[in-house]
């Protein structure tokens, strides 16, 4: 069977498993950026607790992902629970190094008026330095999100779901009926989703950042 008839039969599947592709890496990227956020606020201004949050997270990243797979099946098991936090996982460090860099490129100036105005130190993170800080803190999230596209094709190593499955699923049969498009298949959805996503996050830069801080 050629490359193009196996996709006019199986893009059903393709396009199901693309999708579970999608949702996972979403998610774990969601979560991501609420720790990486947050974290990258909490130790504004305490450059000890930033040295020691961005050492352990990216830490993270040093770990095989394999490894890190296999060390999440005790305590969670198979399927999405472990492919999500081990996503999440990798996914912190690029966007909480991106928070503290856009928070430390807040000019000073801007800080001193926003202090003169009587804003609280809540309300200035907030109304002023995350708004001037978000173009860098979206790109962090955008890194994270096309890094965690590649690593959940691994997460079929334990039942996780997405575009992994073709991809383990056609080596193990390799020199079978239709091992050779099953890898290819599985191996041009994750290129194409990732670069899917890439345009989105660019999209949603464009539409979230005022012309002035392009």
Known sequence: MSFS?????RW?????????????VLIAVAIA??????????????PRARGLALGVTGTMLTIPSLALFGLLIPVFGLGLAPTVTALALYAVFPILRNTITGLDGVPSAVEEAARGMGMSPLSRMLRVRLPLA???VLTGVRVATIMTVAIAAIAAAVAGPGL????????????GANALNDTLAGTLGVAVLALALDALFVLLSRLTTPRGLR
């Open 33 to 46: 950026a609420v720790v990486g956020v947050g974290l990258g606020i909490a130790v504004e201004g305490r």
């Open 164 to 175: 992994g499955e073709l991809i383990f699923g056609g080596l193990a049969r390799i020199g």
């Open 5 to 9: 008839e196996y996709l006019s039969e």
């Open 134 to 136: 978000w173009p860098v």
């Open 12 to 24: 059903p599947t393709i396009a199901r498993m693309t999708g579970e592709h999608a949702e996972v």
